[in-house]
């Protein structure tokens, strides 16, 4: 908006200077970071896509769904946290978001997967998700810890490089903090209600595919 303000402004007292003098705008970095931005919610979008299609195709589309919901949740609970860590939108945050989005929701695809092996074991969707979640709880939680200590040590990077640098631990470490109480709390919650499936009515050529799919 500022370097919107700014073009529109020189726009409005170019005609008003004397002959020979012009305004120009030097180092927009307003252009670098919208096209940062685009960069981040284009990634987020296409994983969030790619995520759905391929759970969708080997597992059902409602794990589908909540699991690449994870995404968005992770992203606003970091975003929400920003303003308390001192950590504005800039370059470097939106290279953090970009960074995390590879794995913010490698968690939920696995504790959503054992999930669904459960529920199909014994059809109970509230028991599949207990024991499911609970099965894999902490190979899951120390995996996603183990990235955070592999971040953590970049807020303590000291001088110039370490104001800078101290950005990508703030924004990553919230996003995969959020994703892990998505998927171990939340998701397995949301699973706990699905039924088994059924192969009759309008949805039953798309189920009857889906299996074949995932049985091959």
Same mark, same amino acid.
């Given at each position: 908006e500022?370097g919107?303000a700014?073009?529109e402004y020189?726009? %409005?007292?170019?005609?008003a200077?004397?002959?020979g003098? /012009?305004?120009?705008v030097w180092? =927009?970095s ?5 096209? %940062?931005?685009s @960069?981040m919610l284009?990634?987020?979008?296409t994983g969030?896509?790619l995520v759905f299609? @391929?759970?969708?195709?080997?597992l059902?589309l %409602? #794990?589908?769904?909540w699991?690449?919901i994870?995404i968005? #949740?992770?992203?606003l609970?970091?975003?929400?946290l920003m303003?308390?860590? =001192?950590? /504005?939108i800039n370059?470097?945050?939106l290279f953090?978001? #970009?960074?995390?989005? &590879?794995?913010?929701? =490698? =968690? ?8 669904y092996r ?6 109970d969707?509230l %028991? &599949? ?12 939680i120390? *995996?996603?810890?183990?990235s955070?200590a592999?971040?953590?040590p970049? $807020?303590f990077?000291p001088?110039? $490089?370490?104001k800078?640098f101290?950005?990508i631990?703030?924004?990553?470490i919230?996003?995969?903090?959020f ?5 171990m709390?939340i998701?397995?919650s949301?699973?706990?209600?699905m039924?088994?499936q059924?192969f ?8 009857? *595919? ?5 049985d /091959?």
């Open positions: 500022i919107a700014v073009s020189i726009e %409005r007292a170019q005609p200077l004397p002959e003098i /012009s305004l120009t180092q =927009d307003a252009e670098i970071l919208k096209a %940062r931005l @960069l284009r990634n987020g979008l969030f896509v299609i @391929l759970l969708a195709l080997f059902e %409602r #794990i589908a769904f699991v690449s994870g968005p #949740i992770s992203f609970g970091a975003l929400m303003p308390f860590l =001192d950590v /504005s370059v470097m945050s953090a978001f #970009i960074l995390v989005l &590879g794995i913010v929701v =490698d =968690d939920a695809i696995i504790i959503g997967e054992n999930i459960h529920q199909e074991e014994h059809g969707g %028991r &599949g998700s207990i024991e499911g979640g609970q099965e894999i709880a902490k190979p899951v120390f *995996a996603v810890l183990t955070v592999a971040f953590a970049l $807020m990077v001088g110039i $490089m370490g800078i101290r950005v631990p703030l924004i990553v919230p996003c995969l903090l994703s892990l109480i998505e998927s709390l998701l397995p949301h699973l706990s209600h039924e088994p059924k009759d009515g309008p949805m039953g050529k798309l189920l009857r *595919a889906q299996q074949t799919i995932a /091959s």
